[in-house]
């Protein structure tokens, strides 16, 4: 079975600073990893995907991941934070038994101080 | 960019009752789900629906939940006789095809309370 941690489920930065949202995940088999976005009183956003290839993957609003496969990790960054950051975000594994469904990580909330 | 568009927003129920969560997918998506978030939890798949019938559901989907396309633009989740348990966001999403990596578009989300 497929799962995923994020570690911090709070996660605060200042205007500027580098943003770094952690996710490992565990998988039997090849995954493909997501990372979406929440803000509040809206839907889940797709920010970004690692399907295959090039295992530095750049999103939308300068976010980018890289599949780190010996470490499990697929962790977020944005060098430079802005206050239009501040959002819950969810890692998450396809799994490789039902290409439908998505396994979520428990969220991390983004604070970005002026 | 297109929407996925649920209603309510909020939704407040009794123990025991009917509940019928609304959501209007993107109109050229073909595979429909249910997503749900109980407070303080990890977001969790309920199901999935294609060609007018379901091709996945967790286990979280019992008996006591239904889904629905009853016409060309809206997908329904319903449960029968809610219970405490069943207070959660629930997300409904859509995408254009099915398959591994294919992006997923949620709505907003309907926030079920079970008083």
């Known amino acids: 079975a497929q799962s995923v941690t994020q570690l911090g489920s709070h996660v605060s930065v200042s205007e500027g600073a580098l943003v770094l949202l952690r996710c490992n995940y565990s998988s039997s088999v090849p995954p493909y990893l997501f990372w979406y976005v929440q803000y509040p009183n809206q839907g889940l956003q797709l920010l970004l995907k690692?399907?295959?290839?090039?295992?530095l993957v750049k999103g939308i609003n300068g976010f980018e991941a890289e599949f780190k496969k010996s470490e499990t990790s697929f962790h977020l960054t944005k060098p430079s934070a802005h206050m239009s950051d501040a959002a819950e975000y969810f890692c998450a594994v396809s799994d490789p038994g039902s290409a439908r469904q998505l396994t979520f990580g428990s969220g991390t909330q983004l604070t970005v101080l002026p | 960019e297109p929407e996925v568009t649920q209603t309510p927003s909020h939704q407040v129920t009794q123990m025991g009752q009917e509940v019928i969560l609304r959501c209007v997918p993107i109109s050229n998506h073909l595979y429909f789900y249910w997503y749900r978030q109980i407070l303080g939890q990890k977001v969790e798949f309920l199901v999935s629906?294609?060609?007018?019938?379901?091709?996945?559901k967790s286990e979280i989907f019992d008996d006591q939940f239904s889904v629905e396309r009853p016409d060309g633009s809206n997908f329904t989740l319903k449960i029968r006789s809610t219970k405490l348990e069943d207070s959660a966001m629930y997300f409904c999403?859509?995408?254009?095809?099915?398959?591994?990596?294919?992006?997923?578009?949620f709505g907003s989300g309907t926030q079920l309370s079970v008083l």
């Open positions: 629906f294609y060609n007018n019938e379901i091709s996945e």
């Open positions: 999403a859509s995408s254009e095809v099915g398959g591994f990596g294919e992006k997923l578009f």
């Open positions: 690692y399907t295959t290839g090039a295992t």
